[in-house]
């Protein structure tokens, strides 16, 4: 079927920066929109940033200016860099991807979470 594989998520301080990475693979025929969410405890999961396959970006209010959505459609990969991190950005951070498989069929896929912790 599909996976969807994260990496990049860790511990840093107030002001630092990370970079995610997410990886799509499996019976994939075309990716539509690929995005990153994240859901603090006790909260629920939200927006973060999303990118459509040509390219246009919506980013939620609270981070812009300080993160960066990109993708590699060859390497069916999406990116998020995080600078000027806040203790606030603590969360777990997931992958979504709208894929269409060889099955015909076109679904939302997650990966399995990322952990992001920013201390002050």
């Known amino acids: 079927q599909v996976q969807l594989m994260e990496s990049g998520g860790g511990l840093v301080q107030t002001g630092g920066s990370l970079r995610l990475s997410c990886s799509a693979s499996g019976s994939i025929v075309s990716i539509n929109a690929m995005g990153w969410y994240r859901q603090a405890p006790g909260k629920q999961r939200e927006l973060v940033a999303v990118?459509?396959?040509?390219?246009?970006?919506t980013y939620a209010d609270s981070v812009k200016g300080r993160f960066t959505i990109s993708r590699d459609n060859a390497k069916n990969t999406v990116y998020l860099q995080m600078n000027s991190l806040k203790p606030e950005d603590t969360a777990v951070y997931y992958c979504?991807?709208?894929?269409?498989?060889?099955?015909?069929?076109?679904?939302?896929?997650w990966g399995q979470g990322t952990q992001v912790t920013v201390s002050s």
């Open positions: 979504n991807a709208g894929i269409r498989t060889i099955f015909g069929r076109a679904s939302d896929y």
């Open positions: 990118i459509t396959s040509g390219g246009s970006i």
